[in-house]
Structures are given as C-alpha cells and as structure tokens.
C-alpha cells in the first residue's frame, strides 16, 4: 500500500512557473513508477509526465514537453512536476499516482495506476 500527498497547487499568472510535490508513504518509492496527470473541468483526465521506477526514464505528453520536468527526492520518497511557462490551458487539478513494477519502463496509461493522491488545484490566469 502506498499513500500518496500532493501539494504545491496555487494561482499563478500566465508565464510563470509551479513545483508541485507528491510525497509518498508505505512502501519502497523506489520499486513503484510514478506519473502525473491531470483534469480540467468537464474534461478527461490525462496524461502529463511519468518517471520510470529506478528515475532512468521518462517521458512527457506533447503538450507539455520542453515546458515541464519530473525529478525526484528518493531519499524524501518524493517525486515533483516542475511546471514552467504556464498557460491558462495548464488550468486543472493535477494528481500524482504509483503503480509498483518490476519493469523499468515509463507507465502512461492512467488506468495502470494503482494509487491516486487527493488532486492539488492549479489555476493559470491570462
């Protein structure tokens, strides 16, 4: 079982920059792959950036490559989403989430996942 928290959500205006963090609790970080997504109102949530179990890999939706990282803090047990020149179409609540593995490949496929954080709201305004 692994918990998952996220903060970091906020107001930011349009160009400017967010780090969220996603600390997790219960068992080894390292042997679970992690990724982002997100869900804007009356959309689907989708895909934004994954990092592979042993942090070797990783892999971003179009949308938001070349603008977004996702490093990690194995020894916080903690994975980020470095968010820079935002965009009002950024706007959205963003969910972090685990899914343990043996493989070392990214996990895009939100229905892969296996554990969710609360969401953490992030508004960019024009």
């Known amino acids: 079982q692994v918990q998952l928290v996220e903060s970091g959500g906020g107001l930011v205006q349009a160009g400017g920059s967010l780090r969220l963090s996603c600390a997790a609790s219960?068992?080894?970080?390292?042997?679970?792959?992690m990724g982002w997504f997100r869900q804007a109102p009356g959309k689907e949530r989708e895909f934004v950036a994954a990092?592979?179990?042993?942090?070797?890999?990783?892999y971003y939706a179009d949308s938001v490559q070349g603008r977004f990282t996702i490093p990690t803090n194995n020894a916080k047990n903690t994975v980020y989403l470095q968010m820079n020149s935002l965009n009002p179409e950024d706007t959205a609540v963003y969910y972090c989430a685990a899914v343990w593995t043996r493989h070392t490949d990214v996990v895009v496929i939100t229905s892969a996942y296996d554990y969710w954080g609360q969401g953490t709201q992030v508004t960019v305004s024009s």
């Open positions: 219960g068992r080894t970080f390292s042997s679970y792959a």
């Open positions: 990092i592979s179990r042993s942090g070797g890999s990783t």
